[in-house]
Each structure stands twice: as C-alpha cells, then as structure tokens.
C-alpha cells in the first residue's frame, strides 16, 4: 500500500478500492495492530458527515472482500464486538525512494507481507494474548509437548515487538539441564557472563532501564528457578513483560495462566465432504503440511473422513500432525489412518498409567521413528547426545558414517521434519526439537549404543576444548569466541557422562582440565572451579593425580579460587600439592607453574620477600634460560613490592618488549594477556621512581588494551593493580572514582570476587572520612593495609607496625616510616620522629623511591619550620623538588610548590 498514490497492490497488480474502503484501510493500518474505534472510524474517513454503524459495516465488508479475507485462512481485519476494529495482518514498514513518492522522502510504504509459514488455527489466541501480555506482564502459555506453545508465543513476540524500546529476547531453556545454570543462560543472552553463585544483581541492573519483552521458552524442567528468575524481575524491573510457556504452569507470583488448547477438531463423526473437514484447524494443518511436504492434490471428499480420523486420533496436536503429514505421499490417507488406529490400540491401554497427553505425543513421534530407516535411525538417537546446535562435522564425530552418509542422513531427517536446519554466521546448523530430542536420547539409551556414542561425544568435545585452548594461545580467540560459546552445555554434559560411574574416568579429567582455557577466557570461574573440584575428588587417590592432565587441574583449581575467593588456604594447598606430585614425577613444567602459585600467594598475601624465593626457584628449574620471559614477569612484580624500582622496571620492560615482538597470547590459557601484567609493574615503579606523567600514561595504556581485548580478567589485574593506585597516588579522585566504579562492575559482571574486594578497599579509602570503617581494617591484609597507609588512612598503620619493624613492605617502608614519624611529632616525641623521618630518607634513597623521598622532604620541610629553620626546610625541599622533570600538574608536587611559595614568601 502506497498512501501517498492512494494504490495498493497484489503481487504488483492494482487492487480496486472505493475511495472510503482506500480511507478505512489507511486508518486501521496506520493503528498499528492497535483497535480502532468505530466513532475514530467515522472521523477519520467521514470527517464532515454523518453515517450509521451498519452502513460502516458495509464499507468494512467491501474493504475485507477485496483484500481477500478468509482466502486460505487469511485474516487482515477483526471486528471486537462493540468496540471497533483492528487490522492483524502483519506490516512491513519501508521508505520509499524519493523518485516514487510525489511528497518526497518522509513518505513512508507499507506493505502487507504474509508470514512464511502460516500459523494455523491460532488467530484468536494470538490476538488475544496480544491485548493481555502487556496488561498483566507476566503470562505462561500452558499445554502438552508438541502444542504449538513457542509457534503462538514467537508470533505474540513478533506482533508486539513495535511496543518495546528493545526487540523482543527469546531465551530457550530447551538445553540446559541444571537449574544453577538458569541465570547465566538469560545473562549470555542479555551479552554479560554470570559466573558467580548468585548473579541476579548483574541480571536485574541490565534489565532495570529495558522496556522489553522476554520471552521464557520450555521451561517445565525448571520450574522453580524459572519462576524465581521471573519475580526478581518483575519486581526490580518495570519495563519488563514475561511471556513464558512451559508444560505446566509455573506457580510464580503474579503469573497469568493460559492454556493452550488442541486445534479444532470436529465432534460428528458423520464428515463426509471436505468443505465440512477443512473447517476444523487440525485438518487444515494435517492437510496443508501434507500438500506442502508431497506436492500433492487438495483434500477429496472421498478421503476426507479419513482426513478426519487422523486429525482425531491425534488429539489435534499440531507436532503429531505435522510428524503423520510427512509419511502421507508413503502411504496415502485410507492406510495411514489404519496405520494410527493399530498404533493407538497400545496407547489405550497405557492411559491408564496418567499422563495421557504426553503418552499421546510419545506414540506419534514413535510411529514417526519407526517410519525411519534404520540408519536414520540410529543417526537420530546418535544426534541426540548435542545439547544444543551441531554443524556437520560435529555429527560425523559422533556417527561414523562418513560425511557423505552424514549429510544424506541430516538431509532426510530434515525433510521428514526430525530434524530443524538453521542459517547462521558460520553456515547451516542443526538442532533436534526438544520433544524429539527427548524421544531419540531415551531410544539411544535403550539401543545398546548409548555409550559408545556418549564415549565419541565426550571425545569430540575434548577436541572442542584443545581447539579453543589453541585458539587463545594463538591470538584468534576474540573473532571466535562465539563458536566456541556455543559449546558450552555440551562440553558440560561430556563432562558429567565422563565422570560418572558409567564414564571414563580419565577422558573426563582430560575435558575438564582442557576445558579451563575457555572458561577462564568467558571468566566462567566459580563455575569452572566447581568442576575441576569434583574432577579432582574423583581422580583423587588413583594414578591419575600427578600425570599432566590431574597436575593441570590442580593448577587450574588455585587459579580459580585465586580470582573467585582469593590467596585462601585452597589455594596454597592446590600449589603445594601440584609441587609435590610434581617433583615426585619429575615434571618440570608443573614445578614450574606450582612456584607460580606459591610466589603469588605469598605476593598476594603481603610476604614479598618469601615470594621472591618462589620466582627464584622457578628460575632455577630452567638453567639455560629456557622460560627467562616467565622469571622476568615474576621478578619484576617481586622486586616492585620488594622496593627495587630500577631492577623492577628493567625486567618489565623486556617482558613487554618480548611480547610485542612475538604477539600478545597469554604465557598459558589461564593466563592475563601479559602485557597487561607488564604495563602495570611499569606503572607503579615509574611513579615511585618519580615520573608521575610515565605513570599515569602506562595505566591507561593497560586499560585500554584489555578493553579492547574484551577480557574481564586481565581488565580488573589493570585497573586494580595499577590503574587505580596511580590515579589515587596522582591526586586525581575523579579518574580514581571512574576505575573503582569499572572495576566493581566488571568484577560484579564476571563472578570475581577477589578483584570485587579490591574495588572494596579503594571505596573505603575514598568515603573514609565521611564513614571510617575502622572495625574492618584487620580483615583486609597486609597489601590493602599497606595502600590504604599510602594515601593517609593512618588509622591502618598500626596493624603494620609488626612488618615495619622487620623491614617488610619494602616498596613503602619509606612512606610508613614517614607516616610513623609524622604520629611520633604530634605526640611530641621530636627526636624520635626525626630518627624515623632519617630512616625513611635512607629506605627511599635505597629503592630510588623519588616520590616518596617528595613526601618525606615536605614533612621535614614542616618539622624544621615549626623549629624557625625555614631556610633549611626550603633548601633541603627545593633540592628535591628540582630533581622531577615531569608530573608537576599531580598533587605531591602541586603541594611541594605551595610550600616552596610561602616560605620564599615568609622568608
């Protein structure tokens, strides 16, 4: 329809309109599926003059004729009795080119498209739950499987996807098993990664701003954490509308309930044309799926009954319909209603045993599978060990039969309608219906194949795992990250199959321990440290403990609840007995990883000194230098907190120059991509060595590389370790506030909780003088005492009095020294501050720690004024000061040039 020329076509051929029907149909199309009133109506076409409501009716009828409603089952215009009336078929909006439109660009086409496949016998449930979706806000769809239920939730969907700010998010819980697995499931799609045990806050602060439409599908396996997932929602999120379906309902507070009921059938069993038959929606389905699929004649009045018999015997279950449509060209209506009738003689009996409904649809789709070849099959049992999508070569993994066998295999089961095909980025895939699914996953269990196609999935799937692991350690991961996601509840479910009492025991440790690379690279870390707990429980006392595969899954375990809980005694253990078991199998590589371990928890956990051994030690396992780039990367971050800034910054910089040479893959799959762990050393030593600008310039660096990466791990390591600590130590409290806030976020985002509680510590420190929380510094250890001390909580310092005194925290003794001497001088010990302010001189010289040597200067430089020895205070601050050549725009050395100005001024 083009309003602006007044015409409306028919595959490209005018349609003859009056001019009021040309007027009526204007104004219902431009409603948008909304219902016009009859007093709008008349306004609109009528606008100077008068016309009763039956002369209306006349014009609606000779607009509805001319369009051909009722042809085919169309509908384009409904009439609610009373109120007025809506246009329902469906609208494509496009701009018409300015050459075609007499009013010029702002002229708008609309075209009236059919739907590729006609919904059949579901019009007036599809209207209706329109008008009660956005009404009620939460409505579940109710029926047997093979209802039609997504088929009618899909259409409300796509009919009231104009109504939301966003398009409607269909989220399928068809493939996942687990109920602890609901809310990430709805978080992947929402375009975050929920790993932690409870993400219901990441998923409610994205939806709080939405106006949207979720549509919830098959979610009668998991009916509690469904309708849980449903009310947070609905509470917190007000923009949000609910469609569900599921197979009962899920007893959720305020949850509306419909239920879907079979396709019309007729009650008489005395039908004997096909005009009378085709009234019924089930055999208009039956018969139009059977024309579409044979290419066969329309319905005769000869075979109509029979027509109607199947229609019957199927309880008008639309899947049931569709499955006996597609054996019609094999052996006709008369045989194939014999055939359903000797079928359904067992089913009879089995009603008897409760769910009739289900027992119904399991005989059809039995009936259907014996239909099959007996290579079809078993290429449909094998199909249903997929969780999810397959691509052809996933399926000629689990079924030897051959590409060719495979492809000819897929292409019947599609044809036969057992099989869904897909189009996607990366080419066809496949996926088997949920019921279907079900059906040949209980048909393989009873085969005798069930394990040796379950033995060739959890193979495939540790095939999965080491090509993603390659994938990272060869830079491709970013661009594939999605292919790989996608495998996720299959690599799960080989996982569970492996380590169960009918698995095997050793290809399920290989899977989990393979499978690290992709967790830890979508930062699934609760998770994956969950499942690499319960490999190592079952491999626990047997000879696979310290062969490679069982060493890697301790690693990774430590790594796990390093980034989830922290340097906690899990985590010491998991290094300790990697150690172990490895120097006991005399492998290097895993000694190697364990004095990683144990030098990072030590690091974390404040003993510099003790983790230095580690990187030490590490180092002498390789005495030719083979991994020098590894042992740089360790000391360099020992020696930053140890105090020796120049021998810090030396080894940094040839770790980052190494791996700007060489591409930026991380050293192992569980790693940061490492030149973040560079950038940030150079970060802090550059500022301590007293080149602010060169500071603040490496943290930012590092950000923005690890955003650009899109790796939420190694973001967190920049921003925690170094991009907020800078722009603290810099002055800067509104970039501070900016990092702490992208730190909790991507912290709360990704289930990290170690890094979460480093956001913690600089919150505190920024609000502490507005809320001092003084009862929690003993739970947050030496290294966050320490950085608090640095920006002048001197409530922190004496839980460090301990480490100070043994010479620990080297890389600011010197500021604790000072912080000392400044409590010691306002308690009037004066000789004794001047010692320690000494002793913090000599520490700061010592490590070449100019900017605290800034600090230390401007606090004698305070000590010898209040003693009327300014002269002194300024010459021994002014040499000091002249010695930065950059950073004079950062608050120590803004500060250090108001000192200098007033005491030139006073002197």
Known sequence: ??????????????????????????????????????????????????????????????????????????????????????????????????????????????????????????????????????????????????????????????????????????????????????????????????????????????????????????????????????????????????????????????????????????????????????????????????????????????????????????????????????????????????????????????????????????????????????????????????????????????????????????SNLVSKSMVAVEGGKRGVSYRLLDTMAAYAEEKLASSGDSQAVSLRHAQFSLDVAERANAAILEGRFASERDEFARYLDDLRWAMNWALSPKGDLALGAAITAAAGALWFQLTLLTEYRQMTERALAVIAGTDKEDTPVGLQLLTAFGQAVWHTEGPRTAMVDAFERTLELAERAGNIIYQERAHWGLWNVNTLRGDYRLGFAHAEKLEALWPKGEHAVVVDRLKSRSLNYIGRQNEAIERAHRVLGHFLANGVAPAHSLAFIEPVVARTIIARAEWLRGNPDRALSEAELAIQEMRAADHALSLCYALAVSGVPVALWAGDEQLGQSRIRELQTTSEQHGLLFWRSWSNTYDTMLNWHAAPAIDRLPEFGAMKLEHLCTWGILEALPFLEQRIDAGEGGWCIPELLRLQATALHAEGQHAEARGRLERAKGEAELSGAKSWLLRIAMTNASFLREAGQVDEAHAQ???????????????????????????????
């Open 1 to 410: 329809m083009v309003p602006s020329q007044r015409l409306l076509t028919r595959d490209d051929k005018p349609v003859q309109l009056g001019s009021r029907a040309f007027d009526l149909l204007v104004a219902l199309v431009e409603a948008n599926g909304e219902l016009v009133s009859k007093r709008d109506l008349t306004e609109k076409v009528w606008p100077n003059g008068f016309i009763d409501e039956s002369a209306l009716r006349v014009h609606i009828g000779t607009l509805r004729k001319a369009l051909g409603e009722g042809k085919d089952g169309q509908r384009f215009i409904l009439n609610e009795a009373g109120r007025g009336y809506r246009f329902v078929a469906a609208l494509n909006k496009v701009r018409q080119p300015a050459s075609e439109s007499s009013t010029g660009s702002k002229n708008r086409t609309l075209v009236l498209s059919r739907p590729l496949g006609r919904i059949v016998g579901r019009d007036d449930v599809v209207a209706v739950l329109c008008d009660q979706v956005p009404d009620r806000r939460f409505l579940t769809i109710v029926g047997p499987g093979g209802m039609g239920k997504t088929t009618v939730a899909v259409a409300i969907a796509d009919r009231l996807a104009s109504h939301y700010e966003y398009d409607p998010l269909f989220v399928d819980f068809a493939s996942v098993a687990d109920a602890s697995f609901v809310s990430s499931t709805l978080a992947a799609l929402l375009g975050v990664v929920v790993a932690e045990e409870d993400g219901l806050p990441t998923i409610l602060h994205a939806l709080s701003e939405r106006r949207q439409l979720l549509l919830f599908d098959n979610c009668e396996h998991l009916l509690e954490a469904v309708s849980a997932l449903a009310e947070a929602i609905l509470r917190h999120a007000p923009g949000i509308d609910i469609l569900a379906t599921s197979r009962e309902p899920l007893r959720a507070e305020g949850e509306w309930i419909h239920r879907l009921l079979p396709l019309s059938l007729p009650e008489r069993d005395d039908i004997t044309s096909a005009a009378d038959a085709l009234q019924f929606s089930a055999v208009q389905l039956f018969m139009e799926r059977a024309q579409a699929l044979t290419g066969g004649s329309m319905l005769t009045d000869q075979d109509a009954p029979f027509a109607v018999e199947i229609a019957r015997r199927l309880d008008g279950i639309p899947l049931a319909l569709e499955l006996a449509a597609a054996r019609v060209d094999m052996f006709g209506l008369q045989m194939l209603a014999r055939k359903l009738d000797d079928r359904f003689s067992i089913l009879t009996k089995g009603r008897r045993t409760a769910l009739p409904r289900h027992q119904t649809l399991r005989a059809t789709v039995d009936w259907s599978y014996e239909l099959l070849a007996k290579e079809e099959q078993a290429l449909l049992r094998a199909l249903s060990v997929f969780r999810g999508r397959f691509q052809l070569d996933d399926a000629v993994a689990v079924y030897p039969a051959g590409e060719a066998g495979i492809f000819d295999g897929l």
């Open 877 to 907: 601050l002014h040499a000091v000061y002249n010695a930065f050549t950059e950073g004079f725009g950062t608050a120590d050395l803004e500060r250090a040039a108001r000192m200098l100005v007033d005491m030139e001024r006073r002197g």
